[in-house]
């Protein structure tokens, strides 16, 4: 992880960069002695967790953690107790008070890994590996259908069921939802646009406005998709 240290007491700042220096996982981006110069640093670097004292010139570490609008991960470490109640109210990662011992310091920053590696978890895109099936089976009627992801072109949700467009076979109605059917599938070739569609990547023959464009049929873009499906693109 990538880390920034924040305080205005030099020896403080020694300190963490020696417990820094001690664990792998922990890579120092830059030390700083006030918010000011930190939310510089955050401009240039990308920093995955922050130590940051509280009383410091300017503005608290409190403050400049709240100004934040893409907070990373970060441990208060202070002198003063009474700040932990407010600290832990920001999701705080951890509260340390000064003088610090190593196993508590230790300790923080095991939980701060946790955390980093559920959310990079969270984040990571299901892509189709070589072992990954390139199918799906799907029932309908009283059989079990087989769709190959290259031929399929989009899903409309009919309020219990969900109806399957493809370029094998006839529009197929299943009874399922979106949940289940987005868990089957590979998302570097699907994306949902609107809460009634998901569409294939592959299958796009254009983009007008809020529409997309299949073989003819007009799918909207929904509002709270729009940005997701640009991004997808590379629009």
Do not use: W
Not at 104 to 126: C, D, S
Not at 152 to 169: A, P, Q, R
């Amino acid at each position: 992880m990538r880390c920034l240290i924040i305080d205005d007491e030099p020896l403080a700042v020694e300190l963490l960069e020696d417990f820094v220096s001690k664990i792998s996982a922990l890579k120092l981006v830059a030390t700083c002695s006030s918010a000011i110069e930190a939310s510089t640093i955050l401009q240039m670097n990308e920093v995955d967790l922050i130590f940051s004292d509280i009383e410091m010139p300017d503005f608290s570490g409190v403050e400049f953690i709240k100004s934040l609008d893409v907070k990373p991960l970060f441990i208060f470490t202070t002198a003063y107790s009474h700040y932990a109640v407010e600290g832990f109210n920001l999701n705080a990662v951890d509260y340390l008070v000064k003088p610090i011992p190593f196993h508590r310091f230790l300790k923080a920053v095991n939980r701060a890994q946790e955390l980093f590696l559920l959310k990079n978890e969270e984040i990571k895109p299901k892509t189709q590996t070589l072992n990954s099936p390139n199918f799906i089976f799907v029932k309908s009627d009283y059989e079990n259908v087989k769709l190959n992801f290259d031929d399929i072109k989009y899903f409309e949700g009919l309020k219990d069921y969900i109806k399957i467009f493809s370029t094998s076979h006839k529009p197929i109605l299943t009874l399922s939802n979106f949940k289940n059917i987005e868990e089957k599938l590979p998302n570097d070739v699907f994306v949902r646009v609107h809460r009634s569609y998901i569409v294939s990547l592959k299958h796009i023959n254009s983009v007008q406005r809020n529409r997309i464009l299949i073989d003819g049929v007009r799918i909207p873009i929904g509002k709270n998709y729009k940005d997701e499906f640009i991004r997808r693109i590379g629009g």
